[in-house]
Structure formats: structure tokens, C-alpha cells
């Protein structure tokens, strides 16, 4: 999406160790205009597939997956992250690991909001090691509740997640796709 | 709003201890179209405010924030919750006090998203003690930006917070003022 690489090319911020920020305009601070003209590319995108329901995570992605679900016109349902083992018997749950933070937590989904019957995309606003992604699948493979697929802002193609996820079979359509970063330069896949 | 308190009392659950469960459409599972009516509403009790900016609080205010922010063609920005004290330059901060979680975290919020020339309306999904919506506050305060108001999804009114916030001169909007629970009957303030 060329309005999207313009933008992150205008106002993402490379940092040392291949680190983006997007702060500006897709967490911490989020500019929800542009936020719904992803939106629109990812109905494009995923247009004739019959969804019931946007599934994502906290908390970077609730306010994208929002805005996404209001085009769609579903409801959104977030993941919450949770530090204790959760063995409560009404909720759905997995593990991400958390590569930035380096820890493994719990996330967790109420059953009532998943349910077999739900057609489900998730959205989320990075994918970079896939972890995050891969426990979305399984809360939805719990459930089960047929994938769609996912929407995705940017993609960090230069790391695994997204081959793994797409060679289990699960249909990813990302934004913005970087294959590198020099410096300040990033290199987008057409 | 009537369509609010009629959703709540046909899909909220009241539980022992004062305790109101929004999940299905506020927070977890997020109905996008139904907060797109209440962030008309907003919209319309905010009539001829000038607003520059959104701001909430991580995680269950944010989703709600983007519809709105879509609603009045703004960006939103979303205090972080952090444990530990940041004495980053970068960040205002301020202190919030969860009476569910019985714990005082910090949140946080970059100076480049506040700026003095904002004029700042805070939503969030509920006000109860007002330990949020202070901190909220505050970091306006800190960053030298205006307070237009507050908008509120749902107020217990009968817990202090509203009135505390009220008299400290910023204009609270609720949709739904909770007057009281009895059993699972629940009590608007008209």
C-alpha cells in the first residue's frame, strides 16, 4: 500500500538494532483517518470472504482492529495478556512470547465471544516473529472457529513470522512489507 | 442515551459487590457500530468545541477512543500503564490508583503527542472513582494543554468520582449515569 509506505518512509523512526517506531501515527498516538484508509485496503483485500468477527490483541491493536471492524461491520474481540496461568473454565487460552521484552505471557479469549460458528480475521499491527499471530490462530483453533486470515499494518519480512505463519496454511496480507533497513533508508517488497 | 441504558440493562450483568459487566459490547468484545452511535453522540454534546486530539488509557478505553476520534476527524493518543517509574525526559507522567486491582500505577504519555496548543478531550469506557480520568488530567495539565472535557461511556454515579472531577471545574459527559444496582435491576439517573 503506497499511501502506507509513504508515510511510515515521512514519519517512522529507525532506530538502532532494526528497531521502527511508528508512534506517530499507528501506536501510542493513532491517526485514525489514515488508521481507516487501511481499513478500506483491507476489506479490498479480503473482499467476497465472509467475516463474523475481528479478533486482536492488547493493546496496540485494539484501536486499529476497531477502526477495521467498523468497515467491516463486526465486532471486535481482544485477546487480553495475562501474567498469571489462567484455569478459568470460560475462556480460551495460549502463549506469546514476547520478543522485545523477553518473557513468555498467557493470553486469554471468553468463550462467549468465540464461538465455532465465527469466520474470523485477525488484525494486529506488527508481525515480526509471528508469536503474537501464532497465539491468535490457536485462541481461534480452540475455538473452533474457521481463519480467514490476517491483516497485518507493517510486516518485518527480514524476520520469520510471517513464512511461518503463511506455511501453516493461514492467509496473511500485510500493508507494508519491509525486506531491510540501512540506517534511516527502508526498503520495502513490492 | 437511551439506546445505551437499554443496552446496558439488556446485555449487562450485574454482579455481587457493586460490580457491572460491560463485556460483550464495551470492553473485551467491542460492538464498533454501537460506539459508532455513541461517539455521535459525543460528537453532538460537544457541539462547537474546538478539539485537536484524543486522549485515553490503555487497554479497554482505546478502541472506543479510535471510533470517536474517526467521529470528530481527530488522532488519539493512549496513556501507557507502566510499573515501573519512568524518569525518561521524553514523558509526561502521572500517577492512577485501581481500586480493582488494589495497586497505583504509572502512566505515561511522549511530550511529542501533547503539545501546549492541544485542546484535549479524554474518553474512556468507565468512570467510578476517578483515579483514571484524574491522571488523565494531570498529564494534560503537565503538558501545558487544554481540558475541553470528558467523555464517558458509562458512570457509576454512585461512586465519587464524577462529582470529584466535576468540582474540580472539567466538564464530564456520561452516556449512562448508574444511579444504583439492585440485585440485577439497574437504576439511571435520567
Redesign the interface.
Same mark, same amino acid.
Given at each position: 500500500m503506497k499511501l502506507l509506505e509513504d508515510r511510515i518512509r515521512k514519519d517512522g523512526i529507525v532506530r538502532e538494532g532494526n528497531i521502527l517506531k511508528v508512534?506517530?501515527?499507528v501506536n501510542?498516538? $493513532?491517526? #485514525?483517518?489514515f $488508521?481507516?484508509e487501511c481499513a478500506k485496503e483491507f476489506k479490498r483485500l479480503y473482499e467476497g470472504e465472509e467475516i463474523t468477527k475481528i479478533l486482536t490483541i492488547?493493546?496496540s491493536g485494539?484501536? $486499529?482492529? #476497531? $477502526?477495521v &471492524?467498523?468497515e467491516f &461491520?463486526?465486532?471486535?474481540?481482544?485477546a487480553?495478556k495475562t501474567k498469571t496461568v489462567n484455569i478459568a473454565n470460560d475462556v480460551y487460552t495460549s502463549k506469546v512470547e514476547s520478543f522485545t521484552h523477553k518473557r513468555t505471557y498467557d493470553i486469554i479469549?471468553?468463550k462467549?465471544?468465540l464461538k465455532p460458528e465465527d469466520k474470523v480475521l485477525i488484525i494486529d499491527d506488527f508481525l515480526a516473529m509471528g508469536s503474537a499471530l501464532h497465539g491468535l490462530i490457536e485462541l481461534i483453533q480452540h475455538a473452533g472457529a474457521t481463519i480467514v486470515g490476517a491483516g497485518i499494518v507493517i510486516e518485518k519480512a527480514y524476520q520469520e513470522g510471517g513464512q511461518m505463519i503463511r506455511d501453516m496454511g493461514v492467509r496473511v496480507e500485510s500493508l507494508a512489507r519491509i525486506k531491510a533497513m540501512h540506517g534511516t533508508e527502508i526498503e520495502f517488497i513490492d
Amino acid at each position: 500500500m503506497k499511501l502506507l509506505e509513504d508515510r511510515i518512509r515521512k514519519d517512522g523512526i529507525v532506530r538502532e538494532g532494526n528497531i521502527l517506531k511508528v508512534d506517530s501515527f499507528v501506536n501510542h498516538q $493513532i491517526d #485514525c483517518a489514515f $488508521i481507516a484508509e487501511c481499513a478500506k485496503e483491507f476489506k479490498r483485500l479480503y473482499e467476497g470472504e465472509e467475516i463474523t468477527k475481528i479478533l486482536t490483541i492488547e493493546a496496540s491493536g485494539i484501536g $486499529i482492529a #476497531c $477502526i477495521v &471492524g467498523l468497515e467491516f &461491520g463486526v465486532p471486535v474481540v481482544f485477546a487480553k495478556k495475562t501474567k498469571t496461568v489462567n484455569i478459568a473454565n470460560d475462556v480460551y487460552t495460549s502463549k506469546v512470547e514476547s520478543f522485545t521484552h523477553k518473557r513468555t505471557y498467557d493470553i486469554i479469549v471468553a468463550k462467549d465471544f468465540l464461538k465455532p460458528e465465527d469466520k474470523v480475521l485477525i488484525i494486529d499491527d506488527f508481525l515480526a516473529m509471528g508469536s503474537a499471530l501464532h497465539g491468535l490462530i490457536e485462541l481461534i483453533q480452540h475455538a473452533g472457529a474457521t481463519i480467514v486470515g490476517a491483516g497485518i499494518v507493517i510486516e518485518k519480512a527480514y524476520q520469520e513470522g510471517g513464512q511461518m505463519i503463511r506455511d501453516m496454511g493461514v492467509r496473511v496480507e500485510s500493508l507494508a512489507r519491509i525486506k531491510a533497513m540501512h540506517g534511516t533508508e527502508i526498503e520495502f517488497i513490492d
